[in-house]
């Protein structure tokens, strides 16, 4: 008998509803068989556009109780899960407007040019959707990353049908928003099935198996991930994964910008690192700052933030566990430090940067989560600091370049600027990289040294870019990475371990991973598909023999 599947709320601990039973093997095989069932469904354009839009006008006509119900499985706010949810609409439809432009088919045609050695044979070519999507929800984005969220979006916008992983931290917001999918897609005239849901570890495992399941899309951590896309590769016929699974987001504080606004720094870092309670993918977590009198008060100003904002809830007492864990054995290490050491270990003050102190609010005992079986959820955010040296080269503190999933980060003070190099030259690949720079350095000007280094002319804005450049997929000055804008030119990917592939889950260009090239060669005009017939009946972008053409 399969296991039931249980709505949990964070904040207690306590069941709020079964909401299904686990999927076995035989129920996984359903779900992706009547998804493949339902994949000719998908192949006319407008209608595809279509039901994207009308799935995004669902969820926002019962947008506050798919919020009430997010926010009671996640802890993530009513306010945050408002934003999402209208991001999450915004998507859907921003894919249809992809579709209806049609530009994503790639089409291009060369005609047939005997006078060429050899001679180039009539050429023309489009993508097709790749079939069945296996999508593995997120965690801490209930909407925008889960059942409604991108990877869906941008497969069913290539015409893939969907099988989606629910995350066991939301399921019932994961059955809610399935449903709105699928009523949106019989109100266009589609089966329901080109989106269906399943639930439980072993489905997930079934799903990236299934003969007839194309391609993957997973968010979450690095060990789940990578599990997956050795599955995925181990397949008699391996599919395509694109996972994202860690980050660690590095910022590079500037002396110049230190001494700038060192108030600034500090605190839009406090919230960066805070937002969310620290569960955002692009949290930043590791952060390079002089060790100097501005480096100082960057720290000072970080620490206070950090110190005003009370113990959160993380979306369950397995992450909290996990994330106070990880932050001890950090905090172990001799070179390690507090930014703000906590008064009273067994009562901390209230937002005490240590954040392996105490999280009960107002000093009150912590439940043990092992005690009862049910965790507050509570975590108090902190900072760390550490001498750049440490990280500099291999041993114990390469801890420190590892995600600590929560509201923590780690503060490296350098001593001299090639520090800072000779610890990136050792940081895994991120989704992000930012870095802090003075106006001067901004406008490509001369600027003080760096702790212990040399002015160097003006090119230290652009040196520290080209060396952040490698590290990651979306670079930032003077901004902080938390918060990913839906738009053709973003980009939300980077190196291992921050994603599998050097695709994009947001944006436009997310479709690309859900289709594959086909070229038809000397084939007669009445065999082609209507995208790659000379009349272009269907008015697409195309190049044409090495040229834009523009629609008829």
């Not at 339902?38 to 995004?56: G, V």
């Not at 790749?130 to 409604?148: D, M, Q």
């Not at 084939?523 to 598909?529: E, G, H, N, S, Y």
Request: net charge negative; charged share 20%.
């Amino acid at each position: 008998m399969p296991a039931p599947v249980w709505s949990v709320d964070p904040r207690t601990g306590k069941q709020r509803e079964q909401v299904a039973l686990e999927s076995d093997a035989a129920a996984v095989d359903r779900a992706v068989r009547a998804a493949h069932a339902a994949r000719d469904d998908l192949a006319d354009r407008t209608t595809r556009a279509a039901f994207l839009r009308t799935a995004a006008a669902l969820l926002e006509a019962d947008g506050a109780a798919v919020v009430a119900l997010a926010d009671a499985e996640t802890a993530l706010g009513t306010g945050r899960l408002t934003g999402e949810l209208a991001r999450t609409a915004y998507q859907l439809r921003a894919f249809a407007d992809v579709v209806d432009e049609g530009g994503y088919l790639d089409v291009t045609i060369d005609h047939a040019l005997d006078s060429l050695t050899p001679p180039r044979p009539d050429l023309r070519r489009y993508r097709i959707p790749l079939g069945v999507v296996a999508v593995y929800s997120a965690s801490n984005f209930p909407l925008a990353f889960s059942v409604p969220g991108g990877d869906t979006a941008s497969a069913l916008a290539a015409g893939c049908p969907v099988v989606v992983k629910a995350h066991p931290d939301h399921p019932a917001t994961s059955e809610r928003c399935a449903e709105l999918l699928r009523r949106a897609a019989e109100q266009r005239g589609l089966a329901a099935d080109v989106v269906t849901l399943v639930h439980g570890f072993a489905a997930g495992t079934a799903l990236i198996n299934h003969p007839l399941v194309r391609a993957a899309g997973f968010t979450g951590s690095i060990r789940g991930g990578r599990a997956l896309y050795d599955a995925a590769a181990a397949r008699p016929h391996p599919i395509p994964f694109y996972g994202e699974l860690g980050s660690l987001n590095p910022v590079v504080i500037t002396e110049a910008a230190a001494a700038e606004r060192a108030a600034e720094i500090g605190s839009g870092l406090a919230g960066s690192v805070t937002l969310g309670v620290g569960q955002f993918c692009v949290k930043p977590g590791l952060v390079l700052a002089p060790a100097t009198e501005a480096g100082d008060q960057v720290l000072a100003a970080l620490a206070a933030a950090v110190a005003a904002v009370p113990p959160g809830v993380l979306l369950d007492a397995r992450m909290r566990d996990a994330y106070t864990a990880g932050v001890r054995e950090r905090a172990a290490l001799p070179a390690v430090r507090t930014a703000v050491p906590a008064p009273d270990a067994a009562a901390p003050a209230l937002g005490s940067t240590d954040p392996t102190a105490d999280a009960s609010p107002a000093g009150q005992a912590q439940t043990d989560p092992a005690a009862d079986g049910k965790a507050d959820g509570l975590a108090r955010a902190g900072v760390l600091t550490v001498p750049a040296a440490e990280l500099a080269r291999q041993g114990p503190y390469d801890l420190l370049l590892e995600e600590c999933f929560g509201p923590v980060t780690v503060v490296a003070r350098y001593a001299h600027e090639d520090e800072i190099g000779a610890v990136l030259r050792r940081l895994p690949g991120n989704l992000t990289a930012t870095v802090q720079l003075s106006a001067a350095e901004c406008a490509g000007d001369g600027a003080a040294p760096a702790a212990g280094g040399e002015a160097d002319g003006g090119g230290r804005g652009a040196r520290l870019l080209a060396e952040l450049t490698p590290l990651a997929g979306r670079l930032l000055v003077n901004g902080w990475p938390t918060g990913v804008a839906v738009a053709p030119a973003q980009h939300h990917g980077g190196p291992y371990p921050a994603t599998t592939s050097t695709t994009t889950s947001v944006g436009a260009g997310a479709i690309d991973r859900w289709l594959r090239p086909v070229v038809y060669q000397d084939t007669p005009p009445a065999l082609l598909p209507p995208e790659l017939r000379a009349e272009n009946p269907l008015g697409l972008p195309r190049r044409v023999d090495g040229r834009p053409e523009r629609r008829p």
